[in-house]
């Protein structure tokens, strides 16, 4: 089983969107999928049109393997299914803080699933924080959609100076352009720039921005279903072969 952080710590960067639409497509592809949502706000599972995983707390997510199982939820989607967040996983952070071990807390919740799924693909809150620390510790690779502007870029950067300073594994990083504008000189001056700078870690696959994408929370289904013949799914259906070639 692999498992596939979907993560930034800058907010509204296209996480969820991406994970939601990897999730789709990985799933179509014969894999067996849990989207796991770590994200109190619950976005991902509300684009599924699932409910907030109700009776699940921070206690129960990380040290009742039974009740963790039982909020997990199948999808309109062969092969895929979700763990909905709710808002009790804004406690997270406290929770891994008081454990001894806080930093392998989420590695050894997700090996009671490891049996059931090929892939399990985190979409993360955006924060660096324990939880944080928990995913890159367990995550074969983070996946991290960078909007090519000022803020977006210093957030990697932040980024790669925490896994520097945290003596991480850099090479778990795989960073993506996302909602790009290819009108804007500004995106392609930062893709090129950055794609001099980090080659080894950007993917070459962006994703455009969409008002298809937008309109995920409208129609609440993945963008590669309802908009599976436009640009943007095409996209994201190259990013994920990029991405096999690199898991
Ligand atoms: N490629 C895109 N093009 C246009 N809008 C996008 C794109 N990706 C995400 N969005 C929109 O931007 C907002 C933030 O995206 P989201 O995936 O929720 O970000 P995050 O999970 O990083 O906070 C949402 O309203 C979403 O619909
Ligand atoms: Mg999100």
């Given amino acids: 089983m692999k498992i596939i952080a979907c993560y930034s710590n800058k907010g509204g960067v296209g996480k969820t969107a991406s994970a939601v639409n ?71 952070d406290i929770f891994l803080s008081r454990l001894a071990k806080g930093h392998g807390a989420l590695k050894k919740t997700l090996k009671s699933v490891k049996k059931d799924y090929d892939i399990v693909l985190l979409d993360c809150p955006p924060t660096i924080s324990m939880l944080s620390e928990s995913v890159f510790s367990c995550a074969d690779k983070v996946i991290v959609p960078v909007i090519p502007s000022t803020l977006s870029e210093r957030t990697l950067e932040q ?39 980090h080659a080894d870690m950007l993917l070459s696959t962006y994703i455009p921005f969409s008002s298809h994408i937008e309109r995920m929370g409208v129609n609440r289904a993945p963008a590669t279903d ?17 991405l096999v070639t690199r898991i």
């Fill in 22 to 92: 990897l999730a789709h497509l990985m799933a179509q592809s014969g894999q067996k999928v849990l989207l796991c949502d770590l994200d109190p706000q619950g976005a991902s599972a509300f684009y599924f049109r699932l409910k907030p995983a109700k009776k699940l707390t921070e206690d129960s997510f990380f040290t009742d393997h039974d009740k963790l199982l039982k909020a997990i939820k199948g999808s309109d989607y062969e092969n895929l299914d979700v763990l909905p967040a709710n808002m009790d996983f804004r406690d997270f």
């Fill in 159 to 197: 980024l790669l100076d925490f896994f520097t300073q945290h003596k991480l594994e850099k090479s778990k990083i795989l960073a993506f352009f996302s909602m790009v504008q290819v009108s804007k000189k500004l995106h392609l001056d930062t893709m090129q720039r950055l794609g001099e700078q």
């Fill in 226 to 242: 309802f908009a599976k013949a436009t640009p943007a799914a095409q996209h994201y259906l190259d990013l994920w072969r990029e």
